[in-house]
């Protein structure tokens, strides 16, 4: 690895948490912990995650309606972990979002290589987005519309780059500003909002808007 992915393991079994926090940092991750849906909300708006492992049953809600929760801001990886051994179970999970799904119990090595399995299928990033006319070139960090460089500026290009793979979602102010940033939002909600209405007049010609949803965050959907 190139850099220490931080995977977030969401379990309230603390012997279980323990042991899957031992395996993943002996094979290089930060882990962070999270015993309730509460913490983990709280670690996700926070900081930026590689990889999420996420047990169904916690003390203040079922994991697959935080899934859910969490699929309309972001696409971090999810690996969802059950004692239930019903076959529904992983379709529910499936549908809700997940990206991959074990059984408890389940051998320690393979947790590990789940985990390394999303962490690969995350890195390939294409090296283009196109929608319509507009297109994103990820290596270079450009815009083009028509074949016309829109002459983004890196912070611009972020932000696009985020609502295009979440088109029609909506995406969260603290989430976008992390992301563009690097930093947490604190009460710089301005610096966003401007950035924000910039792209949104650069855009504009190809057909798309970045809608507010307010209280919420932002949408890119087609005019």
Known sequence: MSRQETILLV?????????????????????????????????IRDRPLDAVVLD?????GNG????EELRSTSEVPVLVLTADQTPERSSESLDAGSDDFLRK???IKELRARVDALIRRAARVPETVVKGLL?????????????????LTQKEF??????VQNENKTVGAEYLYKKAWKAPIGDDKNSLQKVVSRLRRKIEPAG??????RGKGYVFERI
């Open 64 to 67: 697959l309606d935080f899934l």
């Open 158 to 163: 972020s932000l696009l780059l985020l609502l």
């Open 105 to 107: 119990p389940y051998a």
């Open 11 to 43: 379990e309230d079994n603390l012997r279980v948490q323990i042991n899957n926090k031992e395996v993943l940092e002996r094979h290089g991750y930060s882990v962070l912990l999270a015993m309730s849906l509460a913490e983990a909300r709280a670690m």
């Open 56 to 60: 169904i049953a916690l003390p203040d």
């Open 208 to 213: 798309y808007n970045i809608s507010v949803a």
């Open 135 to 151: 297109k994103l070139n990820i290596v270079a960090g450009q815009a083009f519309y028509g074949g016309e460089d829109l002459l």
